[in-house]
């Protein structure tokens, strides 16, 4: 059984940085995107930032563009989402999830990540950013 599993998340000060990873068990990385979301209170989820299933394409939302970069390192089957010069607006709690049909388009390609194309989750990690 798939299972998601993120960390790395904190309180941070404006212009700082948080790395934050996600483990998953249960399946070969291999053959999977990974997406990354993020709900902030009172918001819809968003899409963040998708990474191919063998790495090597990714995508970013306009607001994280040139400050968030995703990756993946299919042998230890983990994903990871570096995220510097951290706004206020990027509070929230980060979720990573997983699927093996999603389509990661390169960057040539209008960034829309859906969550309902994702089946499986994890339980989120928080993000604080403030003085």
């Known amino acids: 059984q798939l299972q998601l599993a993120e960390s790395g998340g904190g309180l941070v000060q404006p212009g700082g940085s948080l790395r934050l990873s996600c483990v998953v068990s249960?399946?070969?990385?291999?053959?999977?995107?990974i997406g990354w979301f993020r709900q902030a209170p009172g918001k819809e989820r968003e899409g963040v930032s998708c990474?191919?299933?063998?790495?090597?394409?990714?995508n970013y939302a306009d607001s994280v563009k040139d400050r968030f970069t995703v990756s993946k390192v299919n042998a230890e089957n983990t994903a990871f989402l570096q995220m510097n010069s951290l706004k206020p607006d990027d509070t929230a709690v980060y979720y990573c999830?997983?699927?093996?049909?999603?389509?990661?388009?390169?960057?040539?390609?209008?960034?829309?990540?859906?969550?309902?194309?994702?089946?499986?989750w994890g339980q989120g990690t928080q993000v604080t950013v403030s003085s």
């Open positions: 249960g399946v070969t990385l291999d053959y999977y995107t």
């Open positions: 990474v191919s299933p063998s790495g090597t394409v990714t």
């Open positions: 999830a997983a699927s093996p049909s999603y389509y990661c388009a390169g960057p040539l390609y209008k960034f829309k990540l859906v969550a309902d194309d994702f089946r499986s």
